[in-house]
């Protein structure tokens, strides 16, 4: 679903899977590279996002999609997603978050699909 969306080829349709072993900024970028300009709070998520990345040494993420809809110029991808990350802080235990994610999209011409809203935005923050 999501690669018939044009979304980023590192997105599929079943699982999405995510190394964040870059650099803490590089990576952080390219998560918010995704992310439409009507995205409300962006600087916020912005650095919620780049903090956790700062914390976590190592980053993998799982996406199942559950269910997806299109309409027009927008789109919903609701996902049972899954988070597997060491905290610097505890390197030696992993940390585990699950939850289910709804993503909606809007199609901009310029710049293809970009996501405009995640709920809920807490599974991404530290």
Not at 41 to 55: G, H, I, K, Y
Not at 98 to 108: A, E, G, L, P, T
Request: hydrophobic share 35%; net charge positive; glycine share 4%.
């Amino acid at each position: 679903m999501w690669r018939a969306l044009g979304v980023p080829s590192h997105v599929s349709s079943t699982t999405c899977k995510m190394g964040l072993k870059a650099t803490r900024r590089g990576a952080s970028r390219r998560v918010t590279e995704l992310l439409d300009e009507k995205f409300e709070d962006l600087p916020r998520f912005e650095d919620a996002v780049t903090q956790f990345l700062e914390r976590s040494s190592e980053m993998r993420m799982n996406f199942r999609e559950s269910t997806s809809e299109v309409k027009g110029d927008h789109a919903t991808v609701i996902v049972d997603a899954e988070m597997i990350y060491t905290d610097k802080a505890r390197p030696a235990q992993d940390q585990r978050r699950r939850q289910r994610i709804q993503f909606d999209f809007v199609y901009n011409p310029k710049k293809g699909w970009r996501i405009f809203e995640i709920t809920p935005r807490q599974f991404f923050e530290p």
